[in-house]
């Protein structure tokens, strides 16, 4: 097992500022801006929290890797993920994280950076449960498409066309397909399907729960999608959200 680099060692850079957030702050006065950035005092060279004018923006920071010098950002929304990234050049951060922090809507932050941003939800400022189920469903479309795992974005896209289960909050464990009544805590609406996809050649694989045991072996995305259906609780059905 591999020792843990000092972050000194790693980010000579940052130690000399003191901090993650005055490093970056450094940066930003080096480009004409100013960013809201507050000093992690557990962890100050490796992380800086984010202060966003959008009060729905929280929970959003600059994390730095331990053992390889990178470091992530990330940008969450009523705590959910909105979007996130990786760069080695402290340089190309302030860029986002101001576009973040003074309100920039999610791909004109993402056109601006000069790194690989992902996004994929939309921001639901409300948090109207309809409005959320939509931006997660549009968040495991672009999952899908990103994955290179044709199964897994066929299993995604027929799901997403059966308008009953569209109605319902999609999640994934350990990349199998599950759905739930609400956004809020999908776990704790009891599991009727669980859908895993195969990889390469295989069938695709009905549970109750994604590790219980196997009730349905089939070949295709629509035929485990039409068991998904036959196996909602009517009384799940009759409370999910309608399509907007």
């Known amino acids: 097992m ?11 850079d940052v130690a000399a500022h003191g ?4 490093a970056l702050q450094a940066e930003a006065a080096a480009q004409g801006m100013f960013l809201p950035l ?6 100050p060279l490796r992380h800086a929290t984010i202060t966003s004018v959008v009060p ?17 950002f990330w940008g969450s929304s009523n705590d959910r993920l909105m979007i996130c990234g990786s760069t080695n050049d402290i340089r190309e951060l302030p860029q986002v994280i101001r576009g973040w922090a003074e309100g920039a809507g999610l791909d004109e932050i993402r056109q601006a950076a ?13 948090n109207n449960p309809a409005d959320v189920i939509a931006s997660e469903w549009q968040c495991l479309l672009k999952e899908g498409d990103r994955a290179d795992w044709p199964q897994y974005q066929a299993l995604i896209e027929s799901a997403h066309a059966e308008p009953k289960l569209r109605r319902l909050y999609p999640y994934t464990s350990h990349w199998a397909l599950g759905f739930a009544e609400k956004p ?15 990889r ?3 069938d695709y694989t009905i549970r109750e729960w994604w590790n219980g045991p196997a009730l349905h072996h089939v070949a295709t995305a629509a035929e485990a999608i039409a068991i998904a259906v036959e196996r909602i609780p ?3 059905l009759q409370r999910a959200f309608p399509l907007m």
Request: proline content about 10%.
């Open 2 to 12: 591999s020792r843990e680099p000092d972050p000194t060692v790693l980010y000579p």
């Open 19 to 22: 901090s993650l957030a005055a």
């Open 38 to 43: 507050t000093v992690t005092s557990s962890d």
């Open 56 to 72: 729905h923006r929280h929970s959003s920071y600059i994390a730095a890797w331990h053992h390889e010098r990178n470091w992530t």
């Open 114 to 126: 000069t790194f690989d941003l992902l996004t994929g939800r939309f921001e639901v400022p409300d």
């Open 184 to 198: 809020d805590g999908p776990y704790s609406t009891p599991s009727f399907v669980s859908i895993g996809s195969p």
């Open 200 to 202: 390469g050649t295989g």
């Open 234 to 236: 009517a009384d799940l």
